[in-house]
């Protein structure tokens, strides 16, 4: 088992690390007690609230079937839903029903069809003043989160405060308006000593939503996503080009289609299992995502 890692002047805290100092947040966004997470303001990692919670089991189950009309009374929110990831996971929500109620928390509300918009409730909110919006993340068991943007397009500190900052402080809201399961969508090689700007900011994010506190925290590290973006990314696209030839010899090596993530990732809370913290790598993703049958089979 490879050693937790250690953010730059951090601490261990029962196998999670926590910063020493506090975390950058968006200009706006008041200290305040619900409105920075408690991980940023204080040396140790919260306790987890009791109370009852689904997680992923140690192996993917060999069918995972819907949680059936209704979603049984529960409700999610999704960060990102206009991503790639995002939006194939609006629709498996809404075709398996999974949740009685689904809410996009987002920066502008989105076009969805007539059957997805009845669906769904979106709210706007400002991500630079989201201390503002607690409002939003209350009374949702689970929370998903497809958020981010890339250095290229945000610049270096857009990227962080969007990766990172948004992301943690969206986690602590969730956890004080009731989430029980954060769902985070991050990447393959997160890792908050990487000397790459990507890695680090992904494997700092993971630390801190773990160290939140919820009762059960899923983390996903998808490799390469194999998807038709909407925006154009030359590089991305010859890449996903081999890569796509590649997997049919080495499939769950170095890519994964999007759609497998969008299906581990509702599979993971609605197969009950043991563990506070689980992290996914791009094999387990696989194999999850394999073990949801896929709608109309």
């Keep these: 088992m490879r050693p937790d890692p250690i953010l730059p002047s951090g601490i261990r805290t029962n196998g999670i690390v926590v910063p020493r100092g506090p975390l950058m947040l968006p200009t706006g966004v008041a200290a305040q007690s619900r409105g920075?997470?408690?991980?940023?303001?204080?040396?140790?990692?919260p306790q987890s609230r009791p109370g009852p919670g689904n997680s992923p089991g140690s192996r993917p189950p060999a069918a995972l079937r819907s949680s059936g009309a209704g979603g049984g009374g529960r409700s999610c929110f999704v960060l990102g839903a206009s991503g790639e990831t995002g939006r194939v996971l609006l629709r498996e929500l809404l075709a398996r029903r999974a949740f009685a109620r689904v809410t996009l928390i987002g920066?502008?509300?989105?076009?969805?069809?007539?059957?997805?918009?009845?669906?769904?409730?979106?709210?706007?909110?400002?991500?630079?003043?989201?201390?503002?919006?607690?409002?939003?993340?209350?009374?949702?068991?689970?929370?998903?989160?497809?958020?981010?943007?890339?250095?290229?397009?945000?610049g270096a500190d857009g990227f962080v405060r969007v990766d990172r900052d948004y992301v943690a402080q969206a986690a602590e809201l969730a956890w004080a308006g009731g989430c029980k399961h954060f769902v985070l969508q991050s990447s393959r090689g997160a890792n908050p000593q990487s000397r790459f700007l990507y890695l680090r900011v992904k494997g700092e994010v993971e630390?801190?939503?773990?160290?939140?506190?919820?009762?059960?925290?899923?983390?996903?590290?998808?490799?390469v996503l194999l998807c038709k973006r909407q925006e154009s990314r030359p590089m991305e696209w010859i890449a996903q080009q081999f890569l796509g030839a590649v997997a049919r010899l080495f499939p769950t090596a170095y890519s994964v289609p999007v759609e497998m993530v969008a299906r581990a990732m509702v599979a993971c809370v609605l197969q009950p299992g043991e563990g506070k913290v689980?992290?996914?790598?791009?094999?387990?993703?696989?194999?999850?995502?394999?073990?949801?049958?896929?709608?109309?089979?």
């Design 107 to 154: 920066r502008r509300r989105l076009s969805l069809g007539e059957a997805a918009a009845a669906a769904v409730e979106q709210v706007v909110v400002d991500f630079e003043r989201l201390g503002e919006h607690a409002a939003a993340f209350q009374g949702h068991d689970v929370g998903f989160c497809c958020l981010g943007t890339t250095r290229a397009k945000a």
């Design 207 to 223: 630390n801190l939503v773990q160290a939140v506190g919820f009762d059960h925290c899923t983390i996903l590290r998808p490799a």
């Design 36 to 45: 920075v997470p408690a991980c940023l303001l204080q040396s140790h990692v």
């Design 278 to 297: 689980k992290v996914l790598e791009n094999r387990a993703i696989h194999e999850l995502g394999n073990a949801m049958p896929q709608q109309g089979t």
